[in-house]
């Protein structure tokens, strides 16, 4: 049987902070999708600067816990994935926006593809309403993905997209330093460099995020303008300073 508690074929992050409201299911959804097709993922929560139940929901649910001394989405992220063992490492947001049943129908892809990374398109599938907003889904996304297609060759089109498996393999070899939302982009920068196999994979659908009340993290205009400089700078000192970034 593929996924023993060993050498797990799969693991499956989610970064989380004040997810209360959307955890459990998350983790559920997951769970229930992989025992389907006889597979025991290895599910890992990484929570390091919640102030509600989230840690709580985590361990009722089976989750392995993870604090990670840096906060930021990139950060809680990097070191979930280290702390995988899984030869493939899946992850979304414990928001409830990304169905994270749809990840075995990722993880099958991603084999036949032989991808090294395999991201979830939300722009070319269904985005129900209330799911993204008006500028993020027009101008943000597509403009920061169309910079990172020109500049790195590498065909992206929804670079904010969080839900990806990776071949964890690869992963410890990225030279990744941000911490932030801007991960994101630098991963995908990172990973044309490292001349990743990258294929997109069309999502289903998109939802409204679950999280009750909870303000969003995402600060648009502050976090945008981070993807910019990350994206802009890894291409100057590639380019200018000759940094290859490979290991
Ligand atoms: N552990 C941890 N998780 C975070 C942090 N910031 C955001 N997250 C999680 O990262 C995911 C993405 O954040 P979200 O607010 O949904 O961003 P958006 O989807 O870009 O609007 C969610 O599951 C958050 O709970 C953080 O500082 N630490
Ligand atoms: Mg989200």
Same mark, same amino acid.
């Given at each position: 049987m593929p996924g023993t508690k060993n050498t797990p074929e799969i693991s499956i992050v989610f970064p989380c902070r004040n997810e209360q409201a959307s955890l459990a299911e998350c983790l559920e959804q997951a769970r229930q999708a992989f025992q389907q097709q006889d597979i025991q993922p290895e599910i890992i929560v990484v929570d390091n600067a919640s102030t509600d139940d989230s840690p709580k929901i985590a361990k009722t649910h089976g989750a392995k816990l993870i604090s990670c001394s840096r906060v930021g989405y990139g950060a809680a992220l990097h070191c979930g994935i280290l702390s995988a063992r899984?030869?493939?490492?899946?992850?979304?947001?414990?928001d409830g926006s990304y169905p994270a049943r749809y990840f075995p129908d990722m993880l099958k892809a991603a084999k036949e593809a032989n991808a090294d990374?395999?991201?979830?398109?939300?722009?070319h599938g269904k985005i129900l309403p209330k799911a993204m907003p008006f500028l993020n889904r027009y101008a943000g996304?597509? /403009? @920061?993905?169309?910079?990172?297609?020109?500049?790195?060759?590498?065909?992206?089109?929804?670079?904010?997209s969080g839900m990806r498996i990776i071949n964890r393999a690869r992963y410890v070899d990225l030279p990744l330093r941000t911490a932030g939302m801007e991960y994101a982009s630098e991963m995908l920068c990172l990973a044309a460099l490292h001349h990743w196999k990258y294929k997109?994979?069309?999502l289903?659908?998109?939802?409204?995020?679950?999280?009750g009340g909870r303000?969003?993290?995402?600060?648009?205009?502050?976090?945008?303008?981070q993807h910019l400089k990350t994206i802009l700078g890894i291409f100057f000192r590639k380019v200018f300073l000759k940094k290859? /970034? @490979?290991p």
């Open positions: 899984g030869k493939w490492v899946a992850f979304c947001d414990a990374l395999l991201l979830a398109n939300r722009l996304t597509p /403009f @920061l993905s169309y910079l990172i297609r020109v500049f790195f060759k590498i065909p992206v089109y929804d670079c904010n997109e994979w069309i289903p659908a998109f939802l409204p995020d679950t999280r303000p969003p993290h995402l600060r648009r205009w502050k976090d945008g303008y290859s /970034f @490979l």
